[in-house]
Every structure is written in C-alpha cells, then in structure tokens.
C-alpha cells in the first residue's frame, strides 16, 4: 500500500525557516517523480515543486530561490526546505506521488500545516 507521511510544519514568522519531511512507504521514492503542493484556505492549489527521478529540481515561481526539495533515499524520504517564509506561504502542505499537473492531483498524504505570521 503506498502511504504518504508529511510533517514538520508549525507557526513561525516572516523570513523564518521551515524543513518539512514526506516519508514513504509502499514503494521506493527514488525510483520515483515527486511533487509539493500547498492549499491556502479559501484558495486553489499550488504547485510549489518537484524532483525527477534522476534527481532534477523544478519550482514554482512564488518559491523559486527560497524553497529547496531534497531526499533521502536510504529513509525514503522527501524533504522541502522551505527559506525566507512570507505570510502568503500559509497553507498546507502536501507531498504528492503521481502528480497530474492539469488537474492538481495524485497521491497524497494529509498534509502539514505551515502558518506564517507576524
């Protein structure tokens, strides 16, 4: 059974740091595409990244420069660094297996909520 795990998220200030970690299991993350997205209250989702299977990076432009995804295949796990936080970075915070970018969906935990504020 493929299983997403999300955690790390919390309330922190503007220009704070946040890791937030995906741990997988049911299959083996490295041999995989995977994706973050996050959903603000009241708004769509938002792809925020992804890594390829051979390890490329890709971001979206709201977070391109702040947000790092990384991972750990001997944990199987997938890691989003998320730097310089702004207020409109509130929102949860999924990992995704799977991913379809044109309708924002795929395989996905619940979720990790990440509160920006001042």
């Known amino acids: 059974e493929v299983r997403l795990e999300e955690s790390g998220g919390g309330s922190v200030r503007p220009g704070e740091s946040v890791t937030l970690s995906c741990v997988a299991s049911g299959f083996t993350l490295g041999y995989v595409a995977m994706n973050w997205i996050r959903q603000a209250p009241g708004k769509e989702v938002e792809w925020v990244g992804g890594?390829?299977?051979?390890?490329?990076?890709y971001y979206g432009d709201s977070v391109q420069g702040r947000f790092t995804i990384s991972r750990d295949n001997s944990k199987n796990t997938l890691y989003l660094h998320l730097n310089d936080l702004k207020i409109e970075d509130t929102g949860m915070y999924f990992c995704?297996?799977?991913?379809?970018?044109?309708?924002?969906?795929?395989?996905r935990g619940r979720g990790t909520q990440v509160t920006v504020s001042s």
């Open positions: 890594i390829n299977r051979v390890g490329a990076k």
């Open positions: 995704v297996k799977e991913f379809e970018m044109s309708t924002m969906t795929g395989i």
